[in-house]
């Protein structure tokens, strides 16, 4: 019996030029849709990096509206010291307030309920907001004479604007030169803090660009300004 050879011809199957190729596309393919999805990651990054520099400034200037606004309580003045209410070389505020919480809180020492001084017990009336800036950012720093000293409310601040005035006033949100201020308010400052009545705060979020110019996703640079208008309800309390 004689045995025939067995062909192979017809059989299907892939040169090894057309592996090369396939892989190389795949690879080509992966390597895209690795950096896509990497920069998605990261411009999903900087995004919540924006929203936490906004929530971080949104509860610092109720912290600060809530504290101002009780300023003067049981004094004989709107509770600003006016010397420790300045405005520094590069433009930022900072501001002093003072009052006497503890008048009718009958758990308190008579030191703490007859004025402002008592270390533990005389937290939160004698307080200064100011900008502290670092090599890396800029801080919003609250500092209490008789409580906790130190803390910092906000991480990612670039300014801190205070305005007093003797009444309720109007305004605009910036100008194109300055956009991290108010303008155009209806009425003049008063000349000193000490004669204030009627308080305005803006403070300035500088939010970073997100992602590259001309992909998915991108947002420039841009500043984002909050104000607070708060009115010294303590100011005119011997008046009444």
Same mark, same amino acid.
């Given at each position: ?41 990261? =411009? +999903? !990054?900087?995004? &919540?990096?924006? @929203? ?6 949104? %509860? #610092? ?35 002093? =307030? +003072? !009052?006497?919480? &503890?008048?009718? @809180? ?6 703490? %309920? #007859? ?23 800029t801080l919003l ?21 205070i305005h007093y ?54 947002q420039p640079a ?19």
């Amino acid at each position: 019996m004689k045995l025939r050879p067995t062909s192979t011809k017809g059989e299907a199957g892939f040169s090894l030029i057309e592996l090369v190729i396939a892989m190389t596309v795949t690879l080509v393919l992966l390597g895209i849709a690795t950096t896509m999805l990497a920069r998605a990651l990261n =411009i +999903r !990054a900087r995004a &919540n990096d924006n @929203v936490d520099a906004m929530a971080d400034a949104e %509860r #610092a200037l109720n912290i600060m509206s809530r504290e101002i606004a009780q300023s003067g309580f049981n004094l004989t003045d709107n509770g600003i010291v006016a010397a420790d209410s300045i405005t520094d070389a590069n433009g930022n505020s900072t501001i002093r =307030i +003072r !009052a006497n919480l &503890n008048k009718f @809180v009958t758990s308190a020492s008579t030191g703490a %309920r #007859a004025g402002i001084g008592t270390q533990g017990e005389d937290a939160g009336e004698d307080v200064k907001y100011f900008i502290y800036p670092t090599q890396s950012t800029t801080l919003l720093a609250r500092y209490d004479a008789y409580g906790t000293g130190s803390t910092v409310l906000a991480n990612r601040l670039d300014s801190l604007h205070i305005h007093y005035f003797a009444q309720k006033v109007s305004y605009s949100a910036g100008t194109a030169a300055a956009p991290c201020d108010i303008s155009s308010p209806s009425q003049a400052e008063v000349a000193s803090p000490a004669l204030a009545q009627y308080v305005v705060i803006a403070v300035c979020v500088q939010q970073t660009a997100t992602g590259k110019p001309r992909d998915p996703g991108y947002q420039p640079a841009h500043n984002t300004l909050l104000t607070s208008d708060v009115a010294l309800r303590n100011a005119n309390l011997l008046n009444y």
